[in-house]
Each structure stands twice: as structure tokens, then as C-alpha cells.
């Protein structure tokens, strides 16, 4: 086979190009491996907390009917309380770990740490 | 010859482009999550229609729950033979069938005739207990022998029965979404109305059975199973506390009273929707060694999650779980 038509040049353009491909792998392989708490209102986004980077509390206050608080602390997330009759949100404590879920049904709030390991769970 | 190269590089370029096209238009993934039916449903699609499809999933429940399940909808098939005493039920007649026969074959452990003592309880807005005798005042007009199914029409033997769908109504949904899914020829779904989970494709899915102590995401074992339905009744949910004891929202027929027998929760792997959901709630109610027979009757693996932390997997069931926290015994018999 003849590949004289490989230049030095071209070699060195393919080895930039690998270590770019290397590289980006490598940056989106530590993005996902982040844990990310993400609040939806019936469907819809509307905040994501990424758990592990969050070292100050914060408030998220959803404009909902009924009323429900959510904080995040120390790599953790939780309704910290509702307004609601059963109050089985708040109930659900922290979530931290990948697939956790915590579902009001009154205000049709969701905070889920992305990233589960099953398909589906069962409950 | 070095032309040729670079002609032969642009050709397998655009072929690998092309395929890269097709492959994403034909398996497009969707993923959408809705309130429907008192509850939470999610569901994942792949298939060049999952967008269509899951649009149809959500008005295809909302419709099934508004017209024709819901107790709360003033004109729904449910609602009118409860305040009539009879009807027109050829919109549920096939799966009135399916519930006869789970209410026969279970003895009586599952009744979907318990609408006026579940009522009592108020599961899912604000729980009570209610008075002992109010209980035994409504469980009069309970049992699923008064009524009768003939040519679609259903008939109360006694008026004032309350049919009421809440064991089996998301498993007749999973059932409902199935169709639609093979219309839009989705190629993998999982789909989950409240708990209850649709698996479709050709894969080996994994389902996690809910831990009994923690969040809806929290779990306990995983099953690693082909396509079908699973469904789960478990005592955790809509619990509630009065004068010092815990009540949850699984009622045994004889009593009007929270099933107490020890179990946690019972799953059940089925190829039908309604079986799953129906089934996990009449093994719940009959126990281990009974609710064993019963999924057996229908060829269904089943599994039981005591309070003593042992977990039971019958019928199949055994074949697929993997216990996952370390509180819990898988008990071989």
C-alpha cells in the first residue's frame, strides 16, 4: 500500500485532533458524573442545583398552589416544607443520591438527582 | 492516487454521516413527565414518533381518567353507574371481566366495590380515621357479588355501592398506553403512571422496588427483567397517624380497616397492566402464603417485602431480583 501521500504536517493536524477528541471526552465523561438536583412544575424545568458544588443553603420557592420550599445544603436537597395537606414531600427527607425523587402532588413539584441506575422504580 | 484517497475519505465520511442521521431519526428519544390520575407519571421513548407518542400518552390518561375512571369527574362511566346503580359499561366491560375474576379468584381480597369505606378514610386528601361504626355501616353495601355484568351493562344488586378503580386504574392505563405505543412503533418505552411501569422493547430493563423507609426514588432490590408490567402496593404510602398508630391506604375487604399482616409491599411482573396493578393489591391483602398461590394462578412473579426485612421471590420472580440494600435477606425456600 502506498502512503507516501501522508505528510509530516497531516500527522501532526491527526495527533492535535485525537488529544482534542481525548480531551472532550474526558470533560463530558466528569459532567455526568455530577450530581444535579433538578426542580420541575408540572413538566417543566425550572431550576437545576448542581448538589455537589453547593456549599451555601439555598431557597428555591416554586410559584405553586400550595406553597412549598425547597433547600439545598451540603450536597443535599429536600422540601423543606409545604403547605399542603399530607405533607408527604417534606416527609421524603433529603435526597442526595442519584434517583432520588420527591413528588408533591398538591403543587405538582418534582426534585429529582438525575443520574438513576434502574430504568424505572417501582413503587 | 492520493485524489483517490481523499474521494474514497469524503465517501465514507457521508455514509457515516447519513447513518448517523438515520439511526437519530429513527431512534429519537423522548422523555416527558405529567400529572395525570392523581398522580405522577414519566414516561421514556425511543422511535422516530416519540414525541407524538408521548403527547398521546398524556391525553390518551387525561381522558381515560376525566371520561371514564375518575370518582371526582362528575360524568365519567364510573361516576354515572355509581349514582345510578347501573349502565352502559361497554367502555370497561373487558376489563370489568378481568376485575370479576381477580375478585373471585382472590376470594373477596380484592373487591373494587369498596368506594364508600374508602371514602371514609379520605386517602389521598386529608386522612381520618373514621368511626368504627360508620366503617361497619358502609362495608354493608360493599361486595362484589351484588353486582352483575351482562352484554356491557352493569347492574347494582345494591344502590348504594360505590365502585371505585384506585387498585387497578393505573395498571388499565399502562394497558391503554401499550396500544398507542405499538401504533407510533416505539421501539423502547418505560413508562410509569404513579409506580406502576410499562417496559417495552427489546432489552433487559432494570426496575428498582421501592425502599419502604425512603424517597420515591429509593430502592431496595432491582429486578432485571424483559418487557411487561410491573406494579407495586405498598403500605408506605398515604400513610397517616392517629392516636398514636400508623394507618396506610391498603384496606382489607372483610374488615373497612389498613391491612395488617406484616408485609411492606408486593410487586408483580405481568404482561398485563390491569393484572399487575390488580394483582399486587389482592397479594397484599391475602398474605404470603396465599397471595403466593394466587400470582400463580395467573403466571405471575411476585414479590413480598416483609417488616422483618426478608424478601420473598416467587413464580419466576426469584430468577430476576437482586437485593441491593444490605438491611434486606432474599429468603429461599
Known sequence: MNIKFIKKGDIAVIGVIILIAAAFMLWSNSKSEAVQAVITVDGEVIETVDLGSVKEKITVIPAT???????AENGKIRFESAECEDKLCVACGD????????????????????????????? | MKKTAIAAVIIVAAVFVAFLAYDGAVNKEYSSDFFVMNTYATAKLTGSKSK???????????????????????????????????????????????????????????????????????FGSNPKLPDDSAIREALSHTGYEKLKLTENELVFGDKSAVID????????????????LFEKKIKQAVVSVGGSVLLMGDKEF??????????????????????????TS?????????????????????????????????????????????????????????????????????????????????????????ITDDAYTLVMQ
Open chain 2, 165 to 180: 378503580f384506585g387498585a387497578a386504574g393505573k395498571g388499565i392505563a399502562l394497558d391503554e398506553i401499550k396500544a398507542v
Open chain 2, 234 to 322: 405498598g403500605s408506605y404510602e398515604q400513610q397517616f397517624e392517629a392516636n398514636g398508630r400508623k394507618y396506610h391506604h391498603i384496606l382489607d375487604p372483610e374488615t373497612g380497616y389498613p391491612v395488617d399482616n406484616g408485609l411492606l409491599s408486593v410487586t408483580i411482573i405481568s404482561q398485563s397492566g390491569i393484572l399487575s396493578d390488580a394483582l399486587s393489591t389482592a397479594c397484599f391483602v391475602l398474605g404470603y402464603e396465599k397471595g403466593k398461590a394466587l400470582a400463580e394462578a395467573y403466571d405471575c412473579g411476585v414479590v413480598f417485602v416483609a417488616d422483618d426485612k426478608k424478601i420473598y421471590a416467587e413464580n419466576g420472580a426469584e430468577n430476576f431480583i437482586e
Open chain 2, 52 to 122: 407524538e407518542a408521548a403527547d398521546e400518552i398524556r391525553s390518551l390518561t387525561e381522558t381515560l381518567d376525566k371520561g371514564i375512571l375518575s370518582r371526582t369527574s362528575e360524568n365519567s362511566v364510573v361516576s354515572l353507574l355509581n349514582v345510578n346503580g347501573a349502565g352502559d359499561a361497554e367502555k370497561i366491560s373487558d376489563y370489568l371481566e378481568i376485575l370479576f375474576d381477580v375478585c373471585r379468584k382472590s376470594g373477596g381480597a380484592f373487591d373494587f366495590t369498596l368506594g364508600a369505606v374508602s371514602d371514609l378514610w379520605s
Open chain 2, 206 to 231: 432494570t426496575v428498582g422496588i421501592r425502599n419502604p423507609e425512603g424517597n420515591s426514588g429509593s430502592y431496595i432490590a432491582k429486578l432485571h427483567i424483559p418487557e411487561g408490567c410491573v406494579s
Open chain 1, 65 to 71: 398552589s400550595p406553597r412549598v420550599v425547597i433547600t
Open chain 1, 95 to 123: 435526597l442526595s443520591k442519584h434517583g432520588d425523587t420527591a413528588v408533591c402532588l398538591p403543587s405538582k413539584t418534582v426534585i429529582t438527582v438525575t443520574g438513576s441506575d434502574v430504568d424505572a422504580v417501582v413503587y
